[in-house]
């Protein structure tokens, strides 16, 4: 009843960086401009029935039909933007 069979697909992380086209930067009055984005736990595509399979979880019925997640809460989805202007 504890213990289930989870497939898992996790999208961790994506980082992308690009540098602004020297036109660009000199409309901006510097040298050399960059922007990069970056984002973390973007995706989770999962057979578990918790809310996510990475934190500690216990089912309340023999048959692990109702199962309640302890712990830590699953992790938010976060984005950065970074702009970065300079020599």
Same mark, same amino acid.
């Given at each position: 009843?504890?213990?289930?069979?989870?497939?898992?697909?996790?999208?961790?992380?994506?980082?992308?960086?690009?540098?602004?086209?020297?036109?660009?930067?000199?409309?901006?009055?510097?040298?050399?401009?960059?922007? %990069?984005?970056?984002?973390?736990?973007? =995706?989770?595509? #999962?057979?578990?029935? @918790?809310?996510? &399979?990475?934190?500690? %979880?216990?089912?309340?019925?023999?048959? =692990?039909?109702? #199962?309640?997640?302890? @712990?830590?809460? &699953?992790?938010?989805?976060?984005?950065?933007?970074?702009?970065?202007?300079?020599?």
């Amino acid at each position: 009843g504890l213990i289930q069979t989870v497939n898992t697909f996790r999208f961790q992380s994506l980082s992308v960086n690009y540098t602004l086209p020297q036109q660009a930067a000199s409309w901006l009055k510097v040298p050399r401009a960059s922007v %990069a984005l970056q984002g973390s736990n973007l =995706g989770l595509h #999962t057979n578990y029935r @918790g809310k996510d &399979p990475n934190v500690n %979880a216990f089912s309340t019925v023999s048959g =692990g039909d109702e #199962t309640i997640d302890l @712990g830590q809460v &699953p992790m938010p989805r976060t984005w950065s933007l970074k702009l970065t202007l300079g020599n």
